[in-house]
């Protein structure tokens, strides 16, 4: 490939007859290979403090500090325990090779589990309101990770997993460390869509499992769209009996749903869906009659259909029972709306449309009527008391929205997503960015390090706007992703959008955020996960394939 694309190289220099530079994309320089000052540390925490005095772990344990508020009943906390021992010392594997030897003066014995808050929120969901810091200090006899919720101590665990090697010997061996932590934005997010292809529920989870190695809090559900419906809806069973790829292989029950949720709740992970409408819902129509509006072919119907019917008292019926059921199902704060892409000539060939448009006094502006309904449909779903986010369409539209609405921008070149950024931000409203962070647009060579460049804050615009910048999403469309590949695409490029949500605004040292990179994505080989290679190198435990 790479010998094909100089000799493509060689004739066009050959054939213009001069030397000039050839409309070819050239790779960046050859990263250097140096290990980094921080380990294999990623994301990069905010303050750090580490010198060469390095702790054997000898008889090494995990417990609850005496003062912690989290108990043994805590399982958020237990289970992850288990879950970063297993990770550290490896599956199944006794410590008894170290429990020969006495501890000695260099030996680090147990990590210390503080939760300082009365209320550790072992219990609960993570919110966007979720207090995620935490300060873990690696110093002998043991090491004390202290936070005020779960959620910061899941991330210092994860940062204590990170700071475990192995020295000359093979014996596990941590420096002394003092880490503070917390993240820079409050919503790290990756999106999936299970739509255009079905990801089975192990995908599903091996990715939320991943998504806690990098520190990503959220996981976007773009779970139907045009191609299929795989939510089993009780209310409304016949949309994925009809409009899923196959009505009971291909479809998410409600127990499903509910694992999904356990398993991202215990890694700290919110659960957001989005249903998108009214463009995008070609699956829907399948399973609920006139839910679709019927697309007209002069004075006759097509017998296509186009976006929701926005003139009909059934949509909205049929809407206040799905969001009531949604609401109940998926216990985050928030539901995605979507509201992206409404494709306008369906709607203009029908006359009842055009005959509704004219007693509103719409003319032929369809935003408008596109307004009209995404307006009912806030107010749907306001009634189920949950905040919702939308893509930036709406806004774009001038929909009136609630003050708690989050914009996510997704559109346009570096110039048109800042300025809708400054826009958005300086009309008041929250705002996520995932223009730059297109996982599923792939090409030759290390893309990375543009995702890693990116900074949803480069906008011009007052520190008061920049602060309504709550973060932003890697976005991994489905339409050439299923099971076979998806999380080789998706690691480690995401974990570069990760470090960007995560770490301090100044950590763009490119090198080093390299090395360390190299370094954690062979961690997480070593965990499983067939994370794909940044350039050519090895590391110490490759991939053993399936
Ligand atoms: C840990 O300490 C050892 C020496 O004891 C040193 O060789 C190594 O570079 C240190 N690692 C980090 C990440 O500082
Ligand atoms: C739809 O609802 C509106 C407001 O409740 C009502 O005025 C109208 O008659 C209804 N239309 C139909 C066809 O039922
Ligand atoms: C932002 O607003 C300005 C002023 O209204 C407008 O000119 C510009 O096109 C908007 N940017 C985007 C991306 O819509």
């Known amino acids: ?67 912690s508020s989290a108990g043994p ?20 594997q006794k410590q008894g090779v170290f429990k020969l030897r ?7 014995t147990g990590l210390q589990v503080w939760i300082t808050s009365a209320d550790s929120e072992c219990d609960g969901y993570p919110s966007v309101k979720s207090d995620e810091s935490y300060e873990l200090s690696v110093i002998q006899p043991f090491a004390v990770l202290k936070a005020p919720k779960v959620w910061g101590a899941l991330h210092g665990l994860e940062t204590f997993s990170q700071l475990v090697y192995e020295d000359e010997y093979g014996a596990k061996s941590v420096n002394a460390t003092i880490i503070t932590d917390f993240p820079r934005f409050k919503h790290r997010g990756i999106l999936l869509d299970t739509s255009r292809h079905f990801l089975p529920i192990k995908v599903i989870l091996a990715n939320l499992e991943t998504m806690a190695m990098n520190k990503f809090n959220v996981f976007h559900w773009h779970i139907v769209d045009d ?18 790829y196959h009505p009971y292989t291909h479809v998410y029950t409600p127990a499903d749903v509910k694992m999904v949720i356990e398993f ?18 070609q699956s829907w129509g399948k399973g609920q009659p006139d839910l ?7 004075p006759k119907p097509s017998g296509a259909f186009g976006p929701v019917n926005p003139i009909l008292n059934t949509t909205y019926d049929f809407m206040t029972q799905f969001f009531k059921e949604i609401s109940t199902v998926f216990p985050d704060g928030y539901v995605h709306l979507g509201g992206d892409e409404v494709d306008f000539t369906c709607w203009k060939s029908n006359p009842d449309i055009q005959r509704f448009m004219d007693a509103q006094g719409f003319g032929q502006d369809y935003s408008k009527l596109e307004s009209f309904y995404i307006q009912k449909l806030l107010d749907i779903v306001t009634t189920t008391k949950k905040g919702y986010m939308i893509w930036q369409e709406v806004f774009d539209n001038g929909v009136k929205l609630k003050p708690d609405t989050i914009i996510h921008v997704w559109k346009g070149n570096q110039q048109q997503y800042q ?16 223009t730059p962070w297109y996982l599923n647009r792939i090409s030759y060579g290390q893309d990375w390090n543009v995702f890693y460049k990116a900074d949803p804050q480069d906008f011009k615009g007052t520190e008061k706007q920049k602060a309504l910048v709550i973060g932003g999403e890697a976005c991994l469309w489905g339409e050439y992703v299923d099971a076979t590949n998806l999380t080789p695409r998706l690691w480690p490029r995401a974990s570069a959008v990760g470090e960007r949500l995560w770490s301090s605004k100044d950590v763009t040292d490119i ?26 190198s090895y590391c110490q435990r490759e991939y053993k394939g399936i």
């Open 419 to 434: 300025s809708e950024m400054a826009n958005v931000t300086s009309s008041g409203y929250q705002t996520l960015l995932s």
């Open 292 to 298: 679709l509006t019927p697309c007209y072919s002069g």
């Open 1 to 67: 490939m790479l010998v094909l694309l100089k000799f493509v190289v060689l004739l066009l220099a050959l054939g213009s007859g001069q030397a000039r530079q050839p409309h070819v994309v050239v790779e960046d320089a050859e990263p250097v290979f140096e290990p980094s000052k921080f380990g294999s540390l990623w994301p990069l925490p905010q303050k750090l403090k580490s010198t060469q005095d390095a702790f054997k772990l000898t008889s090494f344990r995990i417990v609850d500090a005496k003062d």
């Open 102 to 108: 006495r501890s000695g003066p260099s030996d680090l």
């Open 73 to 92: 009943s805590c399982n958020i906390l237990q289970n992850a325990y288990r879950r970063y021992y297993e990770y550290m010392f490896g599956a199944g």
């Open 227 to 244: 191609q299929s419906f795989p939510y089993l809806s009780r209310t409304f069973p016949q949309l994925s009996q009809q409009g899923s």
């Open 511 to 536: 090198n080093d955020a390299f090395n360390r990179l190299s370094a954690h994505r062979c961690r997480m080989v070593e965990r499983g996960i067939p994370a794909e290679p940044l350039f050519s």
């Open 264 to 281: 991202a709740r215990l890694r700290g992970i919110r659960v957001v869906p989005e249903f998108d409408t009214p463009g995008h819902t």
